[in-house]
């Protein structure tokens, strides 16, 4: 039987897992000391559709041809969101007839709403039927699906040599196999196309009653705020101008950085004042919690691309990056497909 190590243990590594440990001696190597303790559990977990890429079709495709499989895969970790609503900023990149135009040239499935609730929105509210994954639910599905093949936590990789077999070091060992899966979102370093970002997400309390159960306010750098444990009835909120803290090509610089508590303070405050120039009424209505801090890269693009990009590093190793879980599916055909030529 053919061993595989996988580096990374959130939704790309975990996935193929799932789907490999029939056939193949699967061992995952995790730095932190748990799966799904890093970015695919630090994160808004938004099913996405594809309104959020209005400028770019490659991500659009992807959301909207893998949205199903998602479902049917993974249907117990899927929470709905009733009242979901995408609105056109007065400074949008994108007017909203053009918004609109784009996803009614493409069949999208949305309702419009005209707009008594939220201010400085062009045209009308845009209802669309995307839902939200449940990250606590994800972490116990894959822990029990997972609990009879080899995984490493508390490992961080380092490098690899490749002879015969290849040997995958860490800082405190090295494990030989015959395919080495890069699932970290590049954060090995095996690809040289990508820039860092460390994140910060804001994580809010509804108090009262909202007409709204999740906004996102469109095209640029502007906010969203989406459901997290809608059981708990807690809230991420994210922006695009203030949720990256520091960003690099180089992943150590992500690493070192320190967040102060003086920097949180500044982030809420930038946060909190954009969205009340849309909705007024956020802090009355939602009470600030606690944040979280999330590692993520991205493609160096012009056009706010998240669509997969995977690369051959050299025979039997390979990398995987893509701005969205939905990625699983295309990352699970291509590699059953190498496989087969080995």
Not at 31 to 57: A, M, P, T
Not at 159 to 164: E, L, R, V
Not at 265 to 284: D, R
Request: glycine share 4%; with cysteine; proline share 1%.
């Amino acid at each position: 039987m053919k061993k595989i190590i996988i580096v990374g243990g959130g939704w790309y590594g975990c996935h193929i897992a799932t789907i490999l440990k029939y056939k193949y001696d699967i061992t995952i190597i995790e730095k932190n000391n748990d799966i799904f303790n890093g970015s695919s559990f630090f994160n808004q977990n938004r099913l996405h559709l594809g309104y959020h890429y209005c400028r770019n079709y490659a991500t659009r495709h992807l959301c909207k041809t893998n949205y199903d499989s998602f479902f049917k895969q993974y249907p117990t970790l899927i929470d709905d969101i009733d009242n979901n609503y995408y609105m056109i900023s007065k400074e949008s990149i994108l007017d909203f007839n053009t918004f609109l135009s784009i996803y009614k040239h493409e069949h999208f499935d949305f309702e419009l709403v005209n707009n008594t609730l939220f201010e400085n929105i062009d045209g009308q509210l845009i209802k669309v039927k995307e839902k939200v994954i449940n990250s606590q639910r994800a972490y116990k599905y894959f822990k029990d699906h997972l609990n009879d093949i080899k995984i490493k936590c508390n490992e961080q990789f380092t490098h690899y040599t490749k002879n015969d077999l290849i040997t995958v070091f860490t800082k405190t060992s090295s494990y030989d196999c015959d395919i080495l899966l890069d699932c970290t979102y590049n954060q090995t370093g095996l690809d040289n196309n990508y820039t860092y970002e460390l994140t910060c997400s804001l994580v809010y309390k509804k108090i009262k009653n909202t007409p709204f159960d999740a906004i996102t306010i469109m095209d640029g750098k502007f906010s969203s705020l989406y459901p997290r444990e809608k059981n708990k009835f807690t809230y991420t909120l994210t922006d695009v101008e203030f949720t990256p803290i520091v960003k690099s090509t180089n992943f150590n610089d992500i690493l070192d950085y320190k967040v102060t508590n003086e920097k949180i303070h500044e982030i809420k405050y930038n946060m909190e004042t954009k969205l009340k120039k849309y909705y007024p009424e956020f802090n009355n209505k939602f009470e600030y919690i606690d944040y979280f801090l999330s590692n993520k890269t991205k493609l160096i693009s012009i056009s706010d691309s998240r669509d997969i990009t995977i690369k051959e590093v050299e025979k039997n190793v390979i990398t995987v990056n893509c701005g969205k879980i939905y990625g699983i599916f295309e990352w699970e055909a291509y590699i059953l497909k190498y496989l087969e030529h080995i």
